[in-house]
């Protein structure tokens, strides 16, 4: 199995300004998937996708990441994952068959994650892997609110009285994290598409993504009370 790893760090955060390279407990936020990927010791290499000079000097701090300096064309707020994927491979000339996309959104992954996952799409004929993890409340019960008025989303074809049913009565819903996600690239070059039409469920543990501020102090209160 020939397998790389991509975290991207684009310097362009609205929600946290700088959010990528954001202190968490003394270190950067980039840091620690540096570092779990490192200690993974799955991956031939481990690539940073970035269009920050200051981002890929903080980020060889914690590791020897290769820097793949992207455009600022493909590095906004609308840029897509496809975008930072396939400029990726039309600069990575190692040969792979798996890039596992890590981002650093995600700080409390579990390394045996990363050793895990790719083994299970390699051996499998699935075209890609996504984490995901058990929503405590099942997607079922979710409202819109059209004109002011509650209402069951208009797919689920519900009723609010619906919605008081026990949960145990709904299937379950699984909530894509940032733990790792997968690609073939054969799949990514032939389909111009990162997920192909069979996309493996890797189910982990409640992962924490840090978007908002209040994430971060989240995260922070639990590592303290942790240790």
Known sequence: ???IAVIPARSGSKSIKNKNIKMLLGKPLIAYS???CFKS???SNVYVSTDSSEYANISKKFGPVKIIHRPKKISRDNSTDYQMINHLIHNVIEDYDLIAHIRPTSPQRNIYDLIKAPKILYNSNFSSLRSVHEMS???YKAVEIENGKLKPLKKLKLVMEDLNRPRQKFPKTYSPNGVIDIYRKKIVI?????LGKKVKAYITSYSQEIDLIEDFKYIEYLWK???
């Open 34 to 36: 540096i570092e779990q």
């Open 1 to 3: 199995m020939k397998i």
């Open 41 to 43: 010791k799955i991956f």
């Open 190 to 194: 032939k389909d111009k598409k990162l």
């Open 137 to 139: 409340e099942t997607a």
């Open 225 to 227: 009370t942790k240790k």
